[in-house]
């Protein structure tokens, strides 16, 4: 009895000082997270009032810089206009180094075309009656050389598939370059290998267009005359004042072009502009043989930042860019049967370049676009679709 007393008395010792040993850890702990809590409610009041403080700084830096965002408005149209100048003599630079191509993505593509384009004519022409292609895309570019100054114009005869290969340097001059197929072109020094065509008046801007072995072109002068040239035997065959009245611009980007004539499969078309519908674009086609106009449309085309325009199966494609050259695109069509509207058209991008395009010609024989950008000249190869199909 006794025993059981007395292990009674020690359990319960035991116990009371297994309590207090408890009693004191749990203090220690209380004491140790007070000392946290403060902790964190100092640092959470400097936060506070460092965020109070980057606040305000914040505020005050805004409103200074609402102000000088009005004085950088200023002087971005100054550092514009430098930009531009940078520009220019970057390109006098290039010139001067004598940079060469350096983006050759379809290196088989002349190659082809040519030897394509006399099995592809049969089958073109009898296509000609119910033309219905319109772009879909530009599937390749190929640069093929560097001759001449920023602008003007090269093509092949886009009426039948001669091989030859035409240059008209610069927005006015009268000495047309000829070369017997691309290849020369493009393998010989400059213009070393061609031939000199004197024409018997000098040409204005970038508008020429070489059918059926006849150069057509603006000649200089207060009125608009077209001129139409046989190249067969050096003669002029035929010329007529163009009927529009108060010509302007056609291009906002290539001002020198009053008169842009373009070949599509349906024959010549001419692209202008007058003080009459002065913000767009117009249309009128040609008849070849005559130089008659045929029939006038007004498109919604509008001219400012256009670089250059083309036809194709009667829907003109009208080619944007900005004056800090971007990518050039396609941004608004105009079908004279009324198949294709703007919204049904693709936007179509150009490859990227660091120049605008001067002139954009068409071939509807090889479904090519000769283009002159910045003295290269490129061609671009372009996918078809039915105008149908969209
Ligand atoms: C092309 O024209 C530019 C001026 O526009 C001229 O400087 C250059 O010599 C010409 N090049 C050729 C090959 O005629």
Redesign the pocket.
Known sequence: MRALQLLVLVLSGLVGAQQQALMDYLERRLLAIEDRISLWHEQTSRYTSELREFKQQMVAQLEGLDKSKEALRSELDTVGTRVDRVEREMDYLETQNGVQPCVDVDDKLVEQQVTAVKERNKAKYAKLTDCSDMISSIKAMKILKR??????MWTKDMGSATGKVY?L???E?N?M?EFGTVREFTSSQ??SAATSVQLPSAWRGLGHAIYNNHLYYLKQGEEMKLIKFDLQKNIVVDSAVFPAKNQLPVYGLNPETFIDLAVDEEGLWAIYATQENERHISLAKIDPKTLDIEQMWDTPCVRENAEAAFVICGTIYVVYNSKLPSRSRIQCVFDVSDMVTNDDAPHVYFPKRYGTHASLKYSPVEQLLYAWDDGYQILYKLQMKKKLDV
């Open positions: 001759v001449g100054g920023a602008k003007g240059i340097n610069g927005t001059g000495t370059y400059g213009t």
